[in-house]
């Protein structure tokens, strides 16, 4: 690498230097929030998909009737285009080394979202998992609806641990923007 020298007519170059190590490192770190964004956006589809299909027959128990389950969709189905977005976002920032907004939005809007988001689907998730609880009596005469109720709940758990691993990872790199001014230490 040149180092910066004055032009000849007397100004200063500007030129941020950064090590090949560190750019790995970078890499390797947003694609390890990409892999977690992009379980989290797996199993919360998945819950919101095992919930919309919880209907058996025309007589039977419907998940729209409930409204913990009503919004055990609603919070997977929202969490599943977040996470969507952010795995954009992380291909984006992988590719260009560069954030999608400037990156003190960048770093705070992740782990503001994060935080929301995982605090969504665990109020949801135990909002559902109260109510699946309480319809164990009519299990017996309902059971692919219960076990379906549950699968869909148990993939929204799933979900939020990996957008909660996500929220640790965005809240380093928040901390690492407060001490060093960048989203990542070097």
């Known amino acids: 690498m040149r180092s910066p020298q004055p032009h000849r007519s007397g100004g200063d170059t500007q030129q941020h230097f950064q090590s090949t190590v560190s750019v790995q490192k970078l890499k390797r770190f947003n694609s390890l929030i990409l892999v977690f964004r992009f379980a989290a956006f797996c199993f919360s589809l998945a819950s919101a998909v095992f919930m919309l299909t919880n209907s058996r027959g025309s007589d039977s128990l419907h998940w729209y009737n409930f409204d913990a389950f009503r919004y055990v969709f609603a919070a997977n189905a929202i969490v599943a285009i977040y996470s969507l977005f952010e795995m954009a976002a992380s291909v984006w920032e992988i590719s260009r080394n560069a954030t999608l907004f400037p990156e003190i939005c960048q770093v705070w809007f992740d ?11 665990l109020s949801a998730n135990t909002a559902g998992t109260e109510l699946a609880r309480t319809l ?20 929204g758990f799933a979900g939020f641990l990996f957008l909660g691993i996500s929220s640790l ?7 690492c923007f407060i001490i060093n001014g960048s989203r990542f230490y070097v």
């Open 111 to 121: 782990f503001g979202h994060d935080q929301v988001f995982a605090y969504l689907l």
């Open 169 to 175: 990872f965005s809240g380093f790199r928040v901390v």
């Open 136 to 155: 164990k009596d009519t299990c017996t005469d309902n059971k692919a609806f219960c076990v379906q109720s549950d699968v869909a709940i148990v993939l």
